[in-house]
């Protein structure tokens, strides 16, 4: 029977009575995804933002025949035979500057000094390199042959007016930007970044820099938490510090702004954790208690607008929760892959890593010349444990864990950035 003074949804000290499956709780995030529409900016700094829309070309690229080097535009006909031991003459009638072309026609047995990116005169079909050339008051002394087409950048010959040269979706890169700029295009619609609010519950927390008080301990997860928001391309709205007060909790989740609300402590079952009984009051809590380790407290829901992960106070737990969990709504609401953003290898165990049938594992690793072993301290709370290892590997719900010598995945964490 339900206390009058409790909540229906309380779970603080009585344990789960269940726990959902890692695949049910990322597919419910998939779920969940929708777009948060598109912004417009300028192109110098769209770095790194997804398009919303496709690019077309308004415009060939060249927008004109040029030059791709020093050297004198000609007919290549007229170049037949040349060499060092049998110099052909042509007469040089003037010359054509980048932004600055010569106006006349080439006529038969001439040529036009020409500078790299400047317009080939009509008339004219090949150039020839500067090196292969010598002048004489007003003659040019060819001294190698050309072929007609050589050393020109046809119009159109990068970008055709009218083509599509980016879909939706892309991660655009310094060179789009580049190419972009070429086409005339000064802003583009990308997808707007998901706003992140942060809280970090706790009342033995203290921040860096700040004297510790008895039984205190520094917080690190705001920190590790926004540097993954920002690997993300998510943008940290705020971050919150928030004491073990239920109410002021409760004031701070049903606040409106954020796209996603990350909440680092109080998640489990704890005298304390009043956050999942916020969060199911408040909004809902369809998923609480993950069949994971680390992590097993982690709670998912929403609230007003907000999707909102409930991640474990320690270190690890927090981090291994975000990665599964929270990181993958983040990418996605802003327009990019599920995946995680780590590169993978494949090692051969040289130490057994054990699992139980049921549960996900998220092991630390550490690489050898050998292979790849489990790290042997490697607790929630031991947070230096991700920075000895090299990468970490998942141990799938139905498997008791892997033998030695198997041939395992490893999510390497220094291959983790930004998308390109």
């Known amino acids: 029977m339900t206390s009058p003074n409790r909540s229906p949804f309380e779970v603080r000290m009585k344990g789960f009575a269940s726990r959902t499956l890692v695949a049910d709780a990322v597919r419910w995030v998939d779920d969940q995804i929708s777009s948060l529409g598109e912004e417009r900016l300028a192109v110098a700094s769209a770095f790194g933002r997804i398009l919303s829309h496709d690019i077309v070309s308004p415009m060939d690229v060249p927008g004109f025949d040029r030059s791709a080097m020093d050297g004198y535009a000609l007919r290549g006909e007229e170049t037949d035979g040349a060499s060092p031991y049998n110099p052909l003459s042509l007469r040089i009638i003037g ?5 600055r072309e010569f106006g006349d026609e080439l006529i038969p047995g001439s040529a036009v000094r020409i500078m790299t990116g400047a317009p080939v005169p009509r008339g004219a079909d090949a150039v020839l390199p500067a090196e292969f050339a010598e002048e004489q008051d007003d003659t040019l002394i060819c001294q190698a042959a050309v072929p007609t087409g050589k050393n020109i950048s046809c119009r159109g010959e990068d970008v055709v007016a009218g083509s599509t040269v980016w879909k939706t979706g892309r991660s655009l890169r310094p060179q789009d930007l580049g190419l972009m700029s070429s086409l ?10 998901p706003r992140v609010r942060i809280f970090i519950t706790g009342s033995e927390l203290v921040t860096p820099g700040q004297p ?8 690190a997860n705001s920190s590790m938490l926004a540097a993954l928001v920002h690997r993300d391309r998510g943008i940290v709205e705020s971050i919150h510090f928030v004491g073990d007060d239920k109410e002021q909790l409760r004031n701070s989740l049903t606040t409106n702004g954020a796209d996603v609300v990350l909440i680092s402590g109080g998640s489990s079952v704890g005298k304390e954790d009043f956050a999942p009984s916020i969060l199911a009051e408040e909004g809902e809590l369809p998923i609480h208690g993950v069949a994971m380790r680390p992590s097993s407290p982690t709670g998912i829901g929403r609230i007003k607008q907000s999707l909102v992960f409930l991640l474990p106070g320690n270190p690890v737990s927090c981090l291994c929760a ?3 969990f929270a990181g993958r709504a983040i990418r996605q609401l802003g327009g990019r892959s599920a995946d995680w953003p ?4 494949q090692h051969q165990l040289t130490r057994k890593i054990a699992s139980a049938i049921g549960r996900v594992d998220y092991c630390r690793v550490k690489l050898d010349k050998v292979g790849v072993e489990p790290l042997s301290i490697s607790g929630a709370a031991i947070l230096s444990s991700t920075t000895r290892a090299d990468g970490f590997v998942v141990v799938p719900h139905d498997l008791e864990g892997y033998p030695v010598g198997a041939t395992v995945m490893v999510y390497l964490y220094d291959a983790a950035g930004n998308e390109s």
């Not at 010359?95 to 932004?99: A, D, K, N, Q, V």
């Not at 005339?184 to 970044?193: D, K, L, M, Y």
Request: charged content about 25%; proline content about 7%.
């Open 342 to 345: 780590y590169r993978t290898a």
């Open 184 to 193: 005339g295009i000064a802003e583009v619609n990308v997808r707007r970044q």
């Open 212 to 219: 510790l008080g008895p039984h205190q301990i520094y917080e």
């Open 95 to 99: 010359e054509s500057l980048p932004g």
């Open 322 to 324: 975000y990665d599964f």
